[in-house]
């Protein structure tokens, strides 16, 4: 504040001199036009003759007037530059700001009223374009975290593993991958006229759990899920449902989640996980297509171990027909050896019999 009073002090004191210097200046240039001396009754003679002259005293006044009023607008300019000056750095500011906020994903900030409209255009746009690259960026980072958890699991499916040692590494994988705790792995099983959820494999905490467990089909969630054919997601535990341990003791999960393991609508098995977060949509849905490929391979493999089983019967019923012609034969050969002998015996007693109707009629003959 002071220095603006100062600078419309100096302008008026620079007015008041140019002001000053017009009068001696004009009056000057009248006794010099009139070959006049700087005298005193010369310049009286000039004020009388040229009434112009009074005029030109109040010029200091005048000029003194006019460059106050100029620095007044020069001050109300400088005033006006500087504060659109600040408010210019302060939208700066404020962009940079929001700017530094998107980038931290907190969308909120461009709904300060501190910006103006020009300005919160330009923050719209930045805005507009952040969310579709976090978005693009995201939709392309769970694709890739999908295609990559398949991939792995299609390595393990195409591994020459048994039942239970397969579906070991396909439990513990999920688990791993989705982060969750702990999971369980049913597989159909219908032995005659009985038919139920069996656990092929238990996985909890780095650890296997050796215990058996069946399930009948619409027996809890999981027997629910079997015959629903769909996913069951759970965020309200029942309490007793399930327990997760750990160091710090037991405690029931936040989320349950449990999936059909489909093959052309057939299920042939379920799969359990559980944990202390909610799973995303992307991971449910990475769940649900692995789930069709262990439900693919589940069959696949069933339908290897049926053929197999059916070749080893129907290797075992040829070797049986192998044996029963061999028996067979050798019974054809001893019965072929018993009518040889048979008709050796007949040839031979109808010999004697021939060589005694011979020795008797040889008796009768000398008798």
């Not at 005048?62 to 500087?82: A, H, Q």
């Not at 404020?94 to 300060?112: G, H, M, P, Q």
């Not at 591994?159 to 999920?174: A, G, N, P, T, W």
């Amino acid at each position: 504040m002071k220095d603006r009073v100062e600078l419309k002090r100096t302008f008026t004191t620079v007015g008041l001199l140019i002001g000053a210097l017009v009068p001696v200046l004009t009056t000057v240039v009248e006794l010099s036009g009139k070959d006049l001396s700087l005298q005193p009754n010369h310049i009286a003679e000039v004020f009388i003759a040229n009434k112009l002259q009074w005029v030109m005293l109040a010029m200091p006044i005048i000029f003194g007037v006019l460059f106050n009023y100029m620095g007044k607008l020069l001050l109300t300019r400088e005033s006006y530059l500087t504060e659109k000056i600040r408010k210019e750095k302060e939208q700066f500011q404020l962009i940079e700001d929001i700017i530094v906020n998107l980038d931290k994903r907190d969308f909120s900030a461009n709904t300060t009223p501190d910006i103006d409209n020009e300005t919160m255009r330009v923050v719209d746009l930045v805005a507009t374009f952040k969310t579709k690259f976090y978005r693009d960026r995201d939709a392309e980072s769970q694709r890739q975290w999908m295609i990559g958890g398949l991939n792995e699991l299609n390595t393990i499916l195409m591994s020459k593993d048994k039942v239970d040692k397969l579906s070991e590494r396909i439990l513990y994988f999920l688990v791993k991958y989705t982060q969750t705790i702990q999971g369980n792995l049913f597989m159909y099983i219908e032995n005659g006229d009985d038919k139920f959820l069996e656990l092929k494999s238990c996985y909890a905490y780095d650890r296997k759990k050796f215990i058996e467990r069946r399930f009948e089909l619409g027996e809890g969630v999981v027997g629910q899920c079997f015959i629903e054919k769909s996913r069951v997601l759970l965020y309200d535990v029942p309490q007793g449902y399930t327990k997760i341990t750990s160091g710090l003791g037991e405690s029931t999960p936040d989320c349950l989640v449990v999936i059909p393991l489909l093959s052309n609508e057939n299920v042939e098995g379920v799969i359990e996980l559980a944990g202390f977060r909610r799973l995303l949509p992307h991971e449910l849905e990475f769940l649900d297509k692995a789930g069709e490929r262990i439900g693919n391979m589940l069959s696949n493999l069933k339908t290897n171990e049926l053929t197999q089983t059916l070749l080893e019967d129907s290797q075992i019923q040829t070797e049986q027909m192998r044996a029963q012609e061999e028996e067979m034969r050798q019974n054809l050969e001893e019965l072929a050896a018993t009518e040889e002998e048979m008709v050796r015996k007949e040839q031979e007693y109808i010999r004697k019999i021939n060589q005694l109707e011979l020795n008797q009629a040889e008796m009768q003959r000398l008798s």
